[in-house]
């Protein structure tokens, strides 16, 4: 199956600065989506970015699908920022075996 | 809208005991889905259903799980028997298709936290 790679794994930053979150995949994908966990174990769907860039307010995302990676664009953190962002593909084959996710990239903002 | 409803939030059962997980999806949204999380696995889809139509359970880890819609308010994931490694927080996640196929936000629940004993 598919591989996916996120970095870095943890993240500390101070409130205000900004941070690029990475993911790389193995193989072409039909989806492409990045997910937030926050401290409580809420998930939130943040971008579907299969290509292209996408903003919404401070978070932002592209992905280059030829040279398969995405990156996701904090701006101006806040500390509710902090958790755990992941990004999940799915394979060609577009099953429930084919989604895949990422280990995640655990970001903490501290005030 | 009350968002995507799960319950129980906590359930502890003794290994061999059938569990039943129930979802209430957001109302007008026609996709739902189930996933677990474990730190050894991570994230992992089971299965989506589509219209109350169960589309791939692919990812259902073995014949102990089942799935059903039999209405589009209401899903069940039943476990039975359960087994210590099935303990995982399980999220059922429900959403409406606009646009190009697979063009979708999912709305999450806040998960059953599942302890097999």
């Known amino acids: 199956g598919i591989q996916v790679e996120q970095s870095p794994p943890d993240l500390i930053l101070q409130e205000g600065a900004n941070s690029t979150l990475r993911c790389n995949f193995s193989?072409?994908?039909?989806?492409l989506q990045w997910f937030h966990q926050n401290p409580w174990g809420q998930l939130i769907n943040l971008f579907y970015i299969p290509s292209g860039t996408k903003q919404n307010g401070r978070l932002s995302a592209t992905t280059v699908a030829t040279e398969r990676y995405s990156l996701l664009y904090i701006s101006s953190s806040q500390t509710t920022d902090s958790g755990v962002y992941f990004c999940a593909v799915w394979g060609p084959g577009g099953g429930a075996d084919g989604l895949t996710f990422g280990k995640g990239t655990h970001l903490i903002i501290q005030p | 809208d009350a968002g995507v409803i799960q319950s129980p939030r906590h359930e502890v059962t003794e290994m061999g005991q059938e569990v039943t997980l129930r979802c209430k999806p957001i109302s007008g949204h026609d996709y739902l889905f189930w996933y677990r999380q474990t730190m050894m696995r991570g994230l992992e889809l089971l299965i989506y259903f589509n219209n109350n139509v169960p589309i791939d359970d692919s990812g259902m880890p073995e014949d102990r799980f089942s799935a059903k819609m039999p209405n589009a308010s209401f899903s069940t994931l039943k476990i039975q028997p359960s087994e210590p490694r099935d303990s995982a927080v399980y999220f059922c996640a429900s959403s409406l298709v606009r646009g190009p196929k697979w063009s979708y936000e999912q709305y999450f629940g806040p998960g059953t936290r599942l302890t097999v004993t």
């Open positions: 193989d072409s994908v039909n989806n």
